[in-house]
């Protein structure tokens, strides 16, 4: 006996609903239940009269049962190479930007869609074999914050006989027999052959796809803790010690979890993990975010200057320009020994200059040699001595070459970095905080 898995009868929900066998047994099964539900139903356009037919069908069985139907037509192929998209990729994007548009409207609390227990097994050997971590063992989620799935404990056998019993009426999508699509192969013929020599694949992978789930619940609690003991979160940036992360068990799957919120997947954690063995200033990053190593750390910034705390200044004529800050270097040769009269620029001698330089924000431990001072001053206590607010203190950023403070922007210089009679460049440096008058 089927029946609707873990629904709230007090809810109202949107059913997926494309005319085939799954989804017009979910839809009964709702109606049946007397649980509020709408139907929604997409025609892609990719079969012709078949996919007209589908609409038809669904929307005479709404009618005929007066359940609210939305109702959405595709140019599914246009999209698809306007995007550069399979088709079978673009159809999901379209199929779920409408479902989230719909869900508004009644307002529903959950989207259903009819994942049964086959589906699961079949996703779980496609993520299997085309290689996947622990997360693709647990195959389909029965739920999300805003999609369940209330059929995926069971069978297509169940399904097949539930419609029989109550006459569903249902259309079969031809595309499902066609082996030009990898899920088909595995559905056709992968599971056919490996049942010929274990009987009992289906039930067993079944099995294994609940304690898989239960084991990923452990490993994500694993992995929270990991972030908190290994993440440091410095304003906008994110920054791993080195030495903890040598300590742990397994590096690579660390690291990979560490990354994997920061969009970076397993060939390009491993990239980052080489950074373990680079000099300071090496780097390795996505279209969003760099992973670059500096000194004791891995920092995690973002891609773009103007969102980052940390940023790496690879080489001179450099001129950056943000919401919060301008920041220039040129190189030229001096003039004079006469310092700037603007206290957003100074003049250093280009010979402890290395690149890359790092313009950060501040932290405690921070040092540098005042001009005119034979010893290191802390950052700190020269803001404190400046009796500087705690808001204007936490925007201050430093300039660091090969590990040293050259300057605490706008506010004191290093005096290492002096211009002697005998130096034959220099660098002018200029920075302006560009929110002082907001302050």
């Known amino acids: 006996m ?7 009868a007090d809810l109202t929900y949107l059913l997926a609903v494309s005319g085939g066998k799954d989804s017009m047994v979910m839809a009964e099964l709702f109606r049946q239940s007397g ?3 709408a139907v929604v139903h997409c025609n892609f356009q990719l079969r012709g009269e078949d996919s007209d037919a589908d609409e038809v069908l669904v929307q005479t069985w709404c009618e005929k049962h007066q359940i609210r139907f939305y109702v959405q037509r595709f140019q599914t192929e246009d999209f698809a190479q306007s995007q550069g998209l399979s088709i079978q990729e673009a159809a999901r994007i379209l199929r779920y930007m409408f479902f989230k548009e719909c869900l508004p409207l009644g307002p529903y609390h959950f989207l259903a869609t009819a994942h049964h227990q086959d589906d699961a097994i079949e996703t779980l050997l496609f993520h299997f074999f085309r290689g996947t971590g622990i997360r693709g063992l647990g195959s389909i989620p029965e739920k999300t914050d805003w999609l369940i799935r209330p059929l995926i404990n069971y069978s297509r056998e169940q399904i097949s006989a539930f419609a029989e019993a109550h006459q569903v009426t249902w259309r079969e999508d031809r ?4 082996v030009k699509y990898t899920r088909n192969i595995i559905r056709h013929e992968v599971i056919p052959q490996l049942e010929q020599t274990f009987p009992e694949l289906r039930s067993t992978l079944a099995k294994n796809i609940q304690r898989f789930k239960g084991s990923l619940k452990i490993y994500e609690e694993a992995i929270l803790t990991l972030r908190k003991k290994l993440i440091e979160v410095r304003g906008r940036d994110h920054y791993i010690p080195i030495r903890k992360l040598l300590k742990q068990e397994s590096i690579e799957v660390t690291l990979y979890e560490l990354l994997k919120p920061f969009h970076f997947n397993w060939d390009l954690s491993l990239q980052v993990l080489q950074l373990l063995d680079s000099q300071s200033g090496a780097k390795v990053g996505n279209e969003k975010y760099r992973v670059i ?3 004791d750390f891995l920092i995690i910034t973002e891609a773009k200057v103007d969102e980052a705390d940390f940023v790496m200044i690879e080489s001179d004529n450099v001129n950056i320009e943000t919401a919060e800050y301008l920041f220039k270097i040129s190189k030229k040769l001096p003039v004079s020994e006469k310092l700037p009269a603007d206290p957003h620029e100074i003049m250093v001698t280009s ?10 924000k501040w932290k405690a431990g921070d040092y540098l040699y005042p001009f005119g001072m034979p010893k290191k001053k802390k950052v700190a206590r020269i803001l404190i001595d400046l009796k500087m607010p705690i808001h204007q203190k936490e925007k201050v950023r430093v300039l660091e070459s090969g590990g040293r403070i050259l300057w605490v922007a706008g506010i004191k210089q290093d005096d290492r970095t002096r211009v002697k009679p005998q130096t034959t460049a220099v660098y002018t440096i200029r920075y302006i905080d560009k929110t002082e008058k907001d302050s």
């Open 2 to 8: 089927m029946h609707l898995l873990h629904l709230n």
């Open 35 to 37: 649980i509020r539900f």
């Open 175 to 178: 595309s499902n027999a066609s």
């Open 293 to 295: 190593r500096h000194g």
């Open 351 to 360: 010979d402890p200059i290395e690149f890359p330089l790092i313009l950060r």
